[in-house]
């Protein structure tokens, strides 16, 4: 009985033993009428606190080329059929790569992300970037991602030796969707970069993005598949409207179904990073922050070619519901260098919030400010 606070006390018991949940469970957690959100939310938080305790893992994600992509992700800005308005560019140089690691680091980043365009690399690029890999980490006592395409286990290997922490490969949708969101690669192929990247000793880091037609099926069969490949890491994103994309309408999100999600993935990979990466400010809205129970994650200073929160906003939030950074950084530190003021009263932004004649009396002809 999902009334039955059993239920929840079940999902906490068996994903702290690391146990799978019945499919049944997984079904309600997605779709149940009868759940109860913050319950829902209270039992990832018991997960969360066990493996990651109030830490928030802060990744920026540097987008060291863009675009120029053959594949056709539908929900990709890059892709060779969108006709979004993106700046394409190579890759950028070593200087500005590390300037950018630099400013990372200083920005209170766990993780610095480099994210390059394109099917998979090649040789050159594999070893530029093991370069520039060895490089940041003897400069910056930070952890390095990498996301560059489809790889083989050579690739892999070169990166791990060079210092690669993690290897980002997103299997953004189950098998049975993929068709439908990319036509270049397929879901087999994905899975192989991430073994090939397990067999190299890679952490995996690897997600979904949700929204883009897939059922609650769907939903389940990956966060079943991440656990069986033992991601260390899974992005949760949330489809972007990007004009231009294949893809530009996200289907059947709402802010309440953006939260189950997380916390089905917090359920099933207990111990893994769950990150409200993409879209978490624009889904989950006025919930954002509740996010935070079940994930432990999230991006600072936007997306590959989006724009997120500004990084005081969500520094603030992370503060205010009394989570901290995972970081060698203070978050007050942080917070004071960046000249905030979002702990100040104010609304929408703004510190006018008096209201004017106009604002109480709008029917009433002449109607201004008060002088007082
Ligand atoms: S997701 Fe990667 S492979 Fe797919 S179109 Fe975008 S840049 Fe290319």
Do not use: W
């Not at 990744?59 to 308005?85: F, K, M, T, V, W």
């Not at 070593?94 to 690399?121: H, N, T, W």
């Amino acid at each position: 009985m999902i009334s039955d606070q059993n239920f929840y006390r079940s999902l906490v018991t068996k994903s702290l033993n690391n146990q799978p949940l019945p499919k049944e469970d997984c079904q309600a957690i997605l779709q149940s009428a009868d759940i109860e959100l913050l319950a829902l939310l209270h039992s990832a938080y018991q997960v969360r606190k066990r493996f990651h305790g109030n830490d928030v893992e802060v990744h920026i994600i540097n987008n060291i080329q863009n675009g120029l992509c053959p594949e056709d992700c539908h929900y990709c800005a890059q892709a060779r059929n969108s006709q979004s308005a993106i700046e394409d560019y190579p890759l950028k140089n070593e200087d500005e790569i590390l300037k950018d690691a630099k400013q990372a680091y200083e920005s209170g980043a766990f993780r610095y992300c480099m994210v390059s365009s394109g099917r998979g690399p090649s040789e050159k690029r594999v070893d530029q970037l093991s370069d520039l890999i060895r490089k940041i980490k003897s400069l910056y006592p930070i952890e390095v991602c990498v996301s560059a395409g489809l790889m083989n286990y050579d690739a892999a290997k070169k990166l791990k030796d060079a210092g690669l922490d993690r290897l980002n490969h997103n299997l953004n949708t189950s098998e049975a969707n993929y068709p439908n969101i990319c036509t270049t690669h397929t879901f087999q192929d994905r899975l192989k970069t991430l073994l090939s990247a397990r067999r190299a000793g890679l952490e995996i880091c690897s997600g979904m993005i949700t929204g883009m037609g897939e059922t609650a099926d769907d939903v389940i069969q990956i966060a079943l598949k991440l656990r069986e490949l033992r991601a260390k890491s899974i992005p949760i994103n949330f489809l972007v409207p990007i004009e231009g994309n294949l893809l530009t309408q996200p289907k059947n999100l709402t802010p309440q179904y953006c939260l189950r999600i997380l916390c089905l993935f917090r359920f099933l990979n207990p111990t893994a990073e769950i990150r409200m990466a993409a879209g978490r400010e624009g889904h989950l809205r006025s919930l954002e922050v509740m996010g935070l129970y079940a994930a432990n994650s999230l991006f600072l200073d936007g997306y590959l070619n989006t724009k997120g929160s500004k990084t005081a906003r969500t520094l603030r939030m992370i503060k205010d519901a009394g989570f901290t950074i995972k970081s060698e950084m203070n978050i007050d530190t942080l917070l004071t260098n960046l000249d905030d003021k979002s702990n100040e009263f104010q609304i929408d932004d703004t510190h006018e919030y008096m209201k004017t004649l106009h604002d109480l009396r709008p029917h009433l002809e002449n109607s201004k400010a008060p002088t007082h």
